[in-house]
């Protein structure tokens, strides 16, 4: 049995429907490998899938995005989990790849990377715990043209 849930928002110039579809049927996933190597769920409770139509204009895009979780859900609890972890791709992800530009950064190699995401994070986080209704841009510019806003970003507890 396929659980369902169609979703329509109409915002920023598009008309965007999402149907979400949920099964707790597993069983075929988790039986004899394939092939070689094959990946084994263990825990696996449900498959889902994200179908989204975008309409903006006289253009109309198509996008399905699958997922597995241990947890039993339905689609609408799927739903709100989709939905949640867009909120944070927004709000972390976006402000990394806009404000510190995470994107184009070429470190590739051993644990640069790695290292100078984690230093990135640090800073946000303290720019943030910063007080006063500047934007991250703001208080980030702040910090380079006085040195005792820096400091007290850097004491913050």
């Known amino acids: 049995m396929i659980d369902a849930l169609t979703e329509v928002d109409k915002a920023h110039g598009r008309i965007q429907t ?13 039986g004899k490998r394939r092939y070689p190597d094959e990946p ?9 899938m994200v179908e989204t139509r975008i309409e903006m204009g ?4 198509f996008e399905r995005r699958c997922y597995i ?11 709100e989990a989709a939905r949640a972890y867009w909120g944070i791709e927004n709000g972390l992800h976006w402000v990394l790849d ?21 230093v990135r994070h640090l800073a946000l986080n303290l720019i943030r715990a910063m ?3 500047q934007s991250i841009k703001g208080k980030r510019k702040l910090a380079t043209w006085y040195t005792d806003y820096l400091m007290a970003a850097l004491q913050m507890r």
């Open 18 to 30: 999402r149907r979400h579809l949920v099964s707790q049927r597993v069983d075929w996933m988790s």
């Open 40 to 48: 084994r769920f263990k825990g696996l409770s449900t498959i889902a």
């Open 58 to 61: 006289t253009e109309v895009k």
């Open 69 to 79: 979780s241990s947890r039993i859900l339905t689609a609408k609890a799927f739903a």
């Open 98 to 118: 806009v404000q510190f530009k995470e994107d184009q950064s070429r470190l590739r190699r051993g644990h640069g990377a790695t290292n100078v995401a984690m």
């Open 131 to 133: 007080p006063g209704k």
